[in-house]
């Protein structure tokens, strides 16, 4: 069975009532693509190395038919932060911003939302803050600053 939308598992998380059952529907729902989504979003050791706010891009509005492309594009996303790969050395400011708006442009506007909160540091769901996240996942998350 493919792996629902992070937008999905989010959106789902919101309605449900209770810690403990908030808690067990992440880890039930738990992708690679999701702990990586999250760390770059509540990790600050990740150095976002673009604009602080909402780039101007045209919102995808394609129903549904690339629902979960979030789980594939997040290979990408250090492309877009502060490291040591020649292609974080070598990207222009430019080049990146233009990388980031492309992915915005071809992601489901849902998921869209989701990259546009990880680069501030907010999802845009209730309830999914850094430290709910390093409750549900306090191995994942021992080594966040």
């Not at 770059?40 to 045209?58: D, H, I, S, V």
Request: proline share 6%; net charge neutral.
């Amino acid at each position: 069975m493919p792996a629902k939308s992070l937008h999905s598992v989010f959106s789902e998380n919101e309605k449900i009532k209770g810690k403990i059952e908030r808690v067990r529907h992440m880890r039930e729902n738990y992708t690679p693509a999701m702990g990586i989504v999250l760390e770059f979003t509540y990790n600050t050791a990740n150095k976002w190395l673009l604009p602080k706010g909402t780039p101007p891009y045209k919102k995808n509005e394609i129903p549904w038919d690339n629902q979960g492309q979030l789980h594939h594009e997040v290979r990408r996303f250090y492309l877009f932060t502060e490291g040591e790969t020649e292609a974080q050395k070598n990207l222009t400011s430019v080049r990146r911003e233009a990388l980031y708006i492309d992915m915005l442009e071809n992601l489901p506007n849902e998921e869209a939302q989701i990259l546009l909160g990880m680069k501030e540091g907010k999802l845009p769901y209730k309830g999914i803050t850094k430290k709910f996240v390093m409750d549900c996942f306090p191995g994942m998350c021992e080594d966040w600053q």
